[in-house]
């Protein structure tokens, strides 16, 4: 019996356009700014410090912010250049500059979910932070509420079982009570690896005929 979901953002509740054409290069756009202003800021100051350790120990501003922007350009998951993004898009946020897009059946469903009582939370590579701005900011209001918590890489890659051995671990049910949704195959192996239940999101795929994991267009179709 399920009793709690977890589930991806991008492709999943959220169109890979919106991340891919509005968040992404707003960060992009704002990067060297918004550094320039907040270098000095604690959390700010050690989010550069993490970044130049990766490129290995390099402490030139210019060099770290372009090294952020290549890393944007190829979509890393890296984990400072996460954070930092989801601090420029508070900003963003704010200043009312975008709202976070979010499917309607996506919307409809968590509602439905949450008030027959599943435990609903957010597993995503994007930051905690930018998670909540997302959906705290929605085109359908705030929908933080309907939330019990938020995982992001501090727990461990998307595509390694051990990170959902953790989730797991830190919600209290056993693995095959947790339900993960995701539109990538290589995260629903990690997931069902680590002994989850699990559905694939082709809603802007085309469906894989070979898949291991159910596949559904949308969340209308997801059955806990």
Do not use: C
């Not at 898009?89 to 009582?117: C, M, P, S």
């Amino acid at each position: 019996m399920i009793e709690a979901i977890v589930t991806d953002i991008e492709g999943t509740t959220s169109s890979l356009s919106f991340v891919k054409e509005v968040l992404f290069p707003y960060a992009r756009t704002h990067l060297a700014d918004y550094v320039a202003s907040h270098a000095d800021e604690p959390q700010v100051r050690t989010l550069l410090d993490d970044a130049a350790q990766l490129m290995g120990g390099t402490p030139d501003r210019a060099a770290i912010v372009e090294q952020l922007r290549a890393w944007i350009d190829a979509d890393q998951k890296i984990t400072p250049l996460k954070s930092l993004q989801g601090l420029i898009w508070l900003d963003g946020y704010r200043n009312g500059d975008f709202t976070g897009h979010i499917y309607e059946d996506a919307v409809r469903n968590l509602k439905a979910w949450h008030a027959q009582g599943y435990q609903l939370y957010v597993y995503s590579s994007g930051s905690v932070q930018a998670q909540k701005l997302l959906f705290g900011h929605s085109d359908f209001g705030d929908l933080t509420p309907l939330f019990s918590g938020y995982f992001d890489t501090h727990i461990g890659g998307k595509r390694e079982a051990d990170s959902y051995r953790r989730i797991a671990a830190a919600l209290g049910f056993p693995a095959d009570r947790i339900l993960f949704l995701s539109d990538i195959r290589e995260e629903l192996d990690a997931a069902r690896e680590a002994g989850m239940a699990t559905r694939w999101l082709v809603r802007e795929q085309v469906p894989n005929l070979d898949a291991e994991h159910p596949q559904v267009a949308d969340f209308d179709a997801v059955q806990p």
